[in-house]
């Protein structure tokens, strides 16, 4: 079917983005009940017939064509993972999906521009409760809304600045025209201070939006100019904060933010199929990301005519990456090692500690929010209680990854759909996972 043909309402921006991880991946471990598999090593079963939850979700899913594909990645660690993949590239497609394809990891960006944050915080180039006006002035002297999506003229001036702390955990005030309704919604899409892309194709007028403006110097210096959404420390609220911290990371390191992701992760972690576009050498590695309408998947990024064959904007910190099923589960190994990878140190221990720890103020409210019963880190869920260790995030087109810092667990998952919400995989994978640990735990696979 054309896309004429479809009601391009049910493809709006704010509908493909909205829901699952891309609002918060509330469900990325919250309920899951590790606490019941103790404190448990490894033992020596680490292949596919391991997890058989995890593969039947998998081919729950793609036999019947629900998605394309999809990728699980499962990994004890510094050994190397076990793949669980099937399907094509895209619907049709004889070549089939691996841990080398490339997929849109839209918000799994978040936890390495958190990490990159984190570990300037550690070298003493910024600092975790640093005003943020210190490196970006036009931020000293804020107005906030009175009312949370109300009018953008009843304002008053904030009462505390706004931390590098806030910027990593969501709860600066910052806005997400994704997120925002109303007046500050249409503030942020004139402003041009939007977030990621996900199309060039004619069903790109639907999306509601207007045109993000060009270099992260001027995102900063355009959403300074506009009101907040919420006094920073008060309320957690999905944010543009980690695109904004992209532009924080150029300032205090002197590089400009990609530059600092690649030589401080991209280039010692191996992760060469990790970036903000894609090489025209590598489109045949390039998943289709689909629209789910109706029960039909509808291509809305395909390889050839994808949007990430274009230099972005500005490099999005918070949804911009491309990545690859290895490729991730390289920045998750190197976390679940408190900073080592193959023998080689990326960030301290204490740094991974930090950043995987929970971060949010003690003044913030997450009452009715997808971070509520949960705290939060770098750019991540983290789990408190039962849940401690478990830090994570996942993508508006269906990608999840977790960590399990107690017991050195790496999680991932990988397929290209959106809207998130349109299947229950932000909740069905980490569930899947469990479920094969308590089997193998019964089994005797692991030992306490």
Same mark, same amino acid.
């Given at each position: 079917m $054309?896309?004429?043909?479809f009601?391009? *309402?049910?493809?709006?921006? @704010?509908? !493909?983005?909205?829901?699952? &991880?891309?609002? /918060? ?27 058989? $939850?995890v593969?039947?979700?998998?081919d *729950?899913?793609?036999?019947? @064509?629900? !998605?394309?594909?999809?990728v &699980?990645?499962? /990994? ?7 793949i ?68 953008i ?21 910052l ?20 977030p ?62 990609d ?15 990790t ?24 291509p ?9 064959l ?7 910190g ?52 997808m ?16 849940q ?13 990854a ?12 990988y ?17 899947a ?13 692991l030992?306490?």
């Open positions: $054309a896309f004429r043909e009601d391009q *309402s049910a493809l709006s921006r @704010r509908s !493909l983005l909205r829901g699952g &991880a891309f609002l /918060g991946a509330g469900a990325v471990m919250a309920g899951v009940p590790m606490a019941g598999l103790g404190r448990m090593a490894l033992a020596q079963d680490t292949g596919a017939a391991a997890w058989p $939850a593969s039947s979700l998998v *729950s899913y793609v036999d019947p @064509r629900k !998605l394309a594909n999809m &699980a990645v499962m /990994g004890w660690q510094q050994r190397d993972p076990t669980i993949a099937k399907g094509g590239l895209s619907i049709g497609n004889p070549r089939q999906a691996g841990a080398d394809s490339i997929f849109r990891i839209y918000s799994m960006t978040k936890p390495i521009t958190g990490m990159a944050v984190i570990s300037l915080i550690d070298e003493g180039r910024l600092g975790l409760d640093q005003p943020l006006a210190e490196l970006l002035p036009a931020f000293a002297n804020m107005q906030v809304q009175k009312t949370y999506d109300g009018s003229t009843d304002l008053e001036p904030a009462q505390r600045p706004i931390t590098i702390r806030n910027l990593l955990t969501h709860t600066a005030g806005g997400y025209s994704i997120i925002q309704k109303g007046p500050i919604a249409r503030a942020y899409e004139a402003a041009g201070v939007v990621g892309q996900v199309t060039k194709l004619p069903l790109g007028a639907a999306f509601g939006r207007g045109e993000p403006v060009r270099g992260l110097d001027v995102f900063a210096d355009r959403l300074a100019e506009l009101p907040l959404i919420a006094q920073p420390g008060t309320r957690w609220s999905y944010s543009v904060g980690l695109d904004l911290l992209g532009r924080v990371i150029e300032v205090a390191s002197g590089m400009k933010f530059a600092f992701l690649q030589e401080r992760f991209f280039e010692p972690l191996d992760m060469d199929s970036g903000f576009r894609v090489d025209s050498s590598d489109v045949e590695r390039l998943t289709t990301n689909y629209g789910v309408i109706a029960g039909n998947l509808i809305i990024d395909p390889p050839r005519q994808s949007v990430y274009d230099d972005p904007a500005f490099p999005f918070g949804a911009g990456l491309v990545s690859t099923p290895r490729d991730y589960d390289r920045f998750l190994q190197m976390l679940v090692g408190y900073g080592m990878f193959e023998g080689k140190r990326i960030m301290s221990e204490r740094a991974v500690r930090i950043g995987t720890s929970n971060l949010l103020p003690d003044t913030v409210n997450t009452a009715g929010t971070a509520a019963g949960a705290g939060f880190g770098a750019g991540g869920r983290v789990g408190l209680g039962a401690e260790g478990i830090y994570g995030w996942g993508g508006a087109a269906g990608t999840v977790l960590v399990d810092m107690k017991r050195g667990l790496r999680a991932s998952a397929t290209q759909y959106m809207p998130s919400d349109a299947y229950p995989i932000h909740a069905a994978f980490p569930a996972v469990v479920k094969d640990l308590v089997m193998q735990a019964q089994r005797g696979d030992a306490a």
